[in-house]
Structure formats: C-alpha cells, structure tokens
C-alpha cells in the first residue's frame, strides 16, 4: 500500500505569507495527525483528526494555524501570516484505529524555511 | 504533562560496537513505549514498539529495548551496530487508553557508524 505522502516537501517563504502543507495519509486510515519539529527540539504534536473532525488540537500554537481534512480523506496546514518561528519540519501521520496502540505511519515531512 | 528524556544528542561509533541509547519518560500513568528511527532521506518509521507483557522487546534490524518500570526507562540496544544504522533515534511514549494516541517524542539522538 502506499505510504503517506507530503508535499510540498520544501518551502521557503517570507514573513507574512501564506503557506498550505498537505498530507495524504494512507488509504483507510481514519486518524491523521500533525507534528511539528522545530530545528534543535523534539518532534510536537499540533493535532489529531478522526475523519474529518478534530479530535484534539491543543498542540496548535496559535490562530495563525488552520488544519483541515475535507472529507475526511487528505488534511491541509494553513500557516497564515507566517512568522519566523514556524520554521521547522512538519510531519503527518496517519493510524487505521483511534487508540494508543496502533501504529502511526509517518509521512517524509514537509521543511518550511521562513524567512 | 508527559515529558521524554533522551541522554545522548550526538552517539559515535565504530562498525561492531554494541549501542545503547537511553531514554527516560515523566508520566504518572500507564504509557506505551516507542523507538522510532529516521534514515538519511527516509519516513520516521517504527523500530519496536513496549505495550504489556515481557519488558524486553525485540524490534527489526536487530533492535531491542529493555522497559524498567522502577526507573521509567526504556533503553534501545544493539550488541554489534553497522554502517546501515546510521539514523536519528527517537523514543516516544503515549498514554495508554483507547482515547489516547499522541505521541510524545524525546529531543533524538543522532548515532553515526563509521565503517
């Protein structure tokens, strides 16, 4: 089956625009998930979908933020306006089961370079 | 709050030396225990995973990880490491519970094996 895709894989913006990242997670699976590593520091949970609702977004760090998953099938980060200290790389995973014991598959992460 | 606490940033070794790599977890319940490994231009991927039962546990590659309740640890191990285990390691854990599945990653550690 194929894996969970990002894309784009590298942006470089300036401050004050807009970027959306996208994730495609692996077919049928219904929890998708954001992280974010920014460089120096661990990999951060920003938030959890089961299908198209957001089970949990307490890791978002502020409004600039906006996640979506239409449908229920591929998700979108919207970062806007962009600051220097989203710079980091976004990952997104996805699970075929809500619950701590199933494996989460990782997409190859998204780079975002604001400057 | 759930913290992970990996020792070593940066590991260096020479082909066939034996690695260990410790991690230590904060959290006052009962968490699932996680090694993740990122190659060079690869997915995180999961390396092996501690849920119940025997606390020592075999991953792919040759991996294990000894899980010691008293000492909130759960320390990778490979006796002899080869050029191909060049990666970052991430420990992680999550709360165990069918509500709960984000993770909490340490901070990585980079192993280099010179050939």
């Known amino acids: 089956e194929a894996g969970v895709t990002q894309f784009p894989s590298h942006s470089v913006i300036e401050k004050g625009q807009t970027v959306t990242l996208r994730c495609d997670p692996i077919s049928g699976h219904d929890n998708l998930y954001w992280y974010r590593r920014v460089m120096g520091k661990e990999i951060k949970f920003l938030l959890h979908f089961v299908k198209e609702s957001k089970q949990d977004e307490s890791g978002m760090p502020n409004n600039r933020f906006l996640a979506e998953r239409t449908g229920g099938t591929y998700s979108t980060l919207k970062v806007q306006p962009a600051e220097l200290e989203d710079s980091g790389v976004y990952f997104c995973?996805?699970?075929?089961?809500?619950?701590?014991?199933?494996?989460?598959?990782f997409g190859p992460g998204t780079r975002l370079t604001v400057t | 709050a759930q913290s992970v606490s990996q020792h070593n940033h940066h590991v260096i070794l020479s082909e066939a030396a034996s690695l260990e790599l410790g991690c230590n977890y904060s959290?006052?319940?009962?968490?699932?225990l996680f090694w993740y490994v990122q190659y060079p231009g690869q997915h995180l991927q999961l390396l092996l995973k501690?849920?119940?039962?025997?606390?020592l546990v075999k991953g792919i590659k040759g991996f294990e990880a000894e899980f010691i309740k008293s000492k909130f640890s759960f320390n990778l191990r490979k006796p002899s490491v080869q050029w191909s285990d060049t990666a970052e390691y991430f420990c992680a854990v999550n709360r165990r519970g069918s509500g709960y599945s984000t993770l909490t990653f340490g901070k990585g550690t980079m192993l280099l094996v010179s050939p």
């Open positions: 995973a996805s699970s075929r089961n809500t619950g701590s014991s199933y494996e989460q598959y």
């Open positions: 959290y006052g319940g009962t968490v699932n």
């Open positions: 501690y849920f119940s039962g025997d606390p």
